[in-house]
């Protein structure tokens, strides 16, 4: 399992296509920093991409806090899960 790293809101249409391209099945995703926007403005993209690829999506929770958000799609995690999720990683690809 790769874990991808997402952190902004939109990148240019090619990184965007190139990191969703990238996405294998069982990859994992998470959204970090201004990423975490994607819960609120890109959920039926989100949701379809998961399915697509039969990945899992994370966000951390101190980040959705800081936005005031509370995402509805996704799994929420702390600072303590988001190291364990790295380092059981085979890969770590940061966007």
Same mark, same amino acid.
């Given at each position: 399992?790769?874990?991808h790293?997402?952190?902004?809101?939109?990148?240019? #249409?090619?990184? #965007?296509?190139?990191?969703?391209?990238? *996405?294998?099945? %069982?990859?994992?995703? *998470?959204?970090?920093?201004? %990423?975490?926007?994607?819960? /609120? /403005?890109?959920?039926?993209?989100?949701?379809?991409l998961?399915? *697509?690829?039969?990945?899992?999506?994370?966000?951390?929770?101190?980040?959705?806090?800081?936005? %005031?958000?509370?995402?509805?799609?996704?799994? %929420? *995690?702390?600072? #303590?899960?988001?190291?364990?999720?790295?380092?059981?990683?085979?890969?770590?690809?940061?966007?």
């Amino acid at each position: 399992m790769r874990l991808h790293q997402i952190n902004q809101l939109t990148y240019p #249409e090619p990184l #965007e296509s190139t990191w969703q391209n990238s *996405l294998q099945t %069982g990859d994992q995703v *998470l959204l970090i920093e201004s %990423g975490i926007l994607r819960t /609120q /403005q890109q959920t039926d993209a989100l949701r379809a991409l998961m399915a *697509l690829k039969n990945s899992q999506l994370f966000y951390l929770r101190s980040d959705a806090a800081a936005y %005031g958000i509370t995402p509805t799609i996704g799994s %929420g *995690l702390s600072d #303590e899960d988001w190291v364990t999720l790295t380092f059981s990683a085979e890969a770590n690809i940061s966007w």
